[in-house]
């Protein structure tokens, strides 16, 4: 398996544009995790699905913000409009069903995209 | 309110030597905790986890130990190599579900 793949890698875009990241989770996998690293915050969760439906979004700053996970192989973060403090490296994960799991729920990360918004 | 802690943003160690990360918690709920290692431009990637029910758990040269009372992990790499300098994440999860992070450690293994 390819593993966790995100696009773009990078995006450099300018405030008030509106910013899409794409995520395909690993084959088989039923959830997936997107968080958002910044040097002040470290790694924190945005929001996650299990069999693409949203189970907790708690942590999405605002209404800018937007995850959908259309099918199994699929998932998109929006940002519109994005602005400076958007800035950050934005991760997808993914994990195992639970029934197929003996201990720890282990998230595989994809290499994430490093969003700069000027 | 973070409910993962690590309070040492960097650590420098020589190489052979014992490199040793904490990790703090705040929820009595968390059931698994883990480590992940994070190179620069890359994802993290798992490590090695520890069950609530247990103190400790040993993979090669890393070990985790677990003092539930204190709320207190570590993570110990005997000896460090060059190739450990990354950044060292601690997480923790309740009953399975997403994990919580701590912002992690730096870790430098010097020659």
């Known amino acids: 398996d390819a593993g966790v793949i995100q696009s773009p890698r990078h995006e450099v875009t300018e405030m008030g544009q509106e910013v899409t990241l794409r995520c395909k989770p690993i084959?088989?996998?039923?959830?997936l995790f997107w968080y958002r690293q910044t040097m002040m915050r470290g790694l924190e969760l945005l929001i996650y699905?299990?069999?693409?439906?949203?189970?907790?979004d708690s942590g999405m700053p605002e209404d800018r913000f937007s995850a959908k996970m259309p099918n199994a192989s699929f998932s998109t973060l929006k940002i519109q409009p994005s602005e400076p403090r958007d800035s950050a490296v934005y991760f997808c994960?993914?994990?195992?069903?639970?029934?197929?799991?003996?201990?720890?729920?282990?998230?595989?990360f994809g290499a994430g995209s490093r969003l700069t918004v000027l | 309110d973070q409910q993962v802690k690590q309070n040492s943003p960097s650590l420098s160690v020589q190489e052979g030597r014992i490199s040793i990360l904490n990790c703090d918690y705040t929820?009595?709920?968390?059931?698994?905790f883990l480590w992940y290692k994070k190179y620069p431009a890359e994802g993290p990637t798992f490590l090695i986890s520890?069950?609530?029910?247990?103190d400790k758990n040993e993979d090669g040269r890393f070990t985790v130990f677990l003092n539930k009372s204190a709320k207190h992990l570590s993570l110990h790499i005997v000896p460090s190599q060059p190739g450990d300098s990354a950044v060292y994440f601690c997480?923790?999860?309740?009953?399975?579900?997403?994990?919580?992070f701590g912002k992690g450690t730096s870790l430098l293994v010097t020659p």
């Open positions: 994960a993914s994990s195992p069903p639970r029934q197929s799991r003996s201990g720890a729920n282990v998230l595989t």
């Open positions: 084959s088989g996998h039923d959830y």
């Open positions: 699905f299990n069999n693409n439906v949203p189970i907790d």
């Open positions: 929820n009595s709920m968390f059931d698994y």
């Open positions: 520890i069950s609530s029910i247990k």
């Open positions: 997480a923790a999860s309740p009953s399975g579900y997403a994990l919580n």
